[in-house]
Structure formats: C-alpha cells, structure tokens
C-alpha cells in the first residue's frame, strides 16, 4: 500500500455535496482508502475567467495499492461521473481531483506530475494539506 495526498476542489453546484461525493467514491475505489480528510476551506479562484464563485477545498491522506497512472484514471472517471466538464483552463468545475503527492515518488510526464507542480504556491493547496501530513 501507497500512501497519498490528494487535493479536492469545487466551485459548482453544491460545493460541500460534490466534496461530499467524491471523498465517499475514492473511498470506494478497490483497494483504497480514505484515512484522514482535512477541513474544508473557502478560497478565491485563481487563474481562469473573472467571475467565477468561490472554491471550497479540502484535502485526503489516503493509503493505496493503485499506481499512481491507474489512481489517476480513476479520479478522472470520478471528476466525469460528478458532471465535470472540460471547458476553459482553471475555468469553473463542478469537481476537481489532483494527486498532490504520491508515497515519495517523483515523476514528469505529459499524464502526471508528483509532486504537483502548483501545490507550494497555492495556500487553498498547502493549508488543508498540512492537517492530513
């Protein structure tokens, strides 16, 4: 089993519900487990068209047998499910699933970047993170 940290966002719909759903679907992906989830926190859109509500965030410490590849597909077939559609870059999203961290794995990819690459410059990223570390 993996130990990783995931970063959860949503400005969409019902923010807390959508959170909600989708920490209750990781928990139930095969083998895996959601161990600690932080608070949830409000934060101001960054990047991305003007106008956009509110973020709420919240971030998972979770232990998996997935590889970081598969663990990825999965999320994004959680983010299709909850009625995430791609639109513009950091645009509105009903959901938003990243892989923060992944045990203590490095990687670069066109698919995947761990750590990821905005966490430390994000505080909506980095303040829910350190609860779960």
Known sequence: MMICYLGIGSNLGNRKKN???????INALENTRVL???KVMESLPVGGPGGQHNFLNTALKIDTKLSAL????K?????NQL????TVRFGP????????????QVK???????PHPRMFVRDFVIKPLMEVL
């Not at 959170?19 to 679907?25: G, S, V």
């Not at 999320?75 to 983010?79: C, D, N, R």
């Open 19 to 25: 959170i909600k759903l989708a920490t209750k679907k």
């Open 36 to 38: 600690k989830k932080s």
């Open 70 to 73: 598969i663990l990825l597909k």
């Open 75 to 79: 999320l994004k077939e959680i983010e």
């Open 83 to 86: 009625g995430r559609k791609k």
């Open 93 to 104: 999203r009903v959901i938003d699933l990243d892989i923060l961290l992944y045990a203590d």
């Open 108 to 114: 670069s990819s066109k698919a995947l970047n761990i």
